[in-house]
């Protein structure tokens, strides 16, 4: 089994930053992507922002410029830095991990986090 911990959500005003953070553990041969998600009430998960082992990175066109995805693979750990937060930014984010376990290492299965709580007042 692998669990994903995550951590750094609060209130923060418009216009500020908030870093959350997701570790990874548990029976991990490795991680082939982590990423972050969320998804606004009534509406379906959405991709914010997601990154390879090899450090290759993909956003969501609303947070271009304003987020940064980072990973520190050593501790199995993805980080997502906010910067310039607005109050359309306000929603649970997801931790999300495909990984390869050490009894199937030829299969990859997605795991999820319990989300954490962002909101921005304007």
């Known amino acids: 089994q692998v669990q994903l911990v995550e951590s750094g959500g609060g209130l923060v005003q418009a216009g500020g930053s908030l870093r959350l953070s997701c570790a990874a553990s548990?029976?991990?041969?490795?991680?082939?992507?982590m990423g972050w998600y969320r998804q606004p009430p009534g509406k379906r998960r959405e991709l914010v922002a997601t990154?390879?082992?090899?450090?290759?990175?993909s956003y969501a066109d609303s947070v271009k410029g304003r987020f940064t995805i980072s990973r520190d693979n050593a501790k199995n750990t993805v980080y997502l830095q906010m910067n310039s937060l607005k109050p359309e930014d306000t929603d649970v984010y997801y931790c999300?991990?495909?990984?390869?376990?050490?009894?199937?290492?030829?299969?990859?299965?997605?795991?999820w986090g319990q989300g954490t709580q962002v909101t921005v007042s304007s």
């Open positions: 548990g029976s991990i041969f490795s991680i082939i992507t």
């Open positions: 999300n991990a495909r990984v390869r376990p050490w009894d199937s290492i030829a299969t990859a299965n997605d795991y």
């Open positions: 990154i390879t082992s090899g450090g290759s990175t």
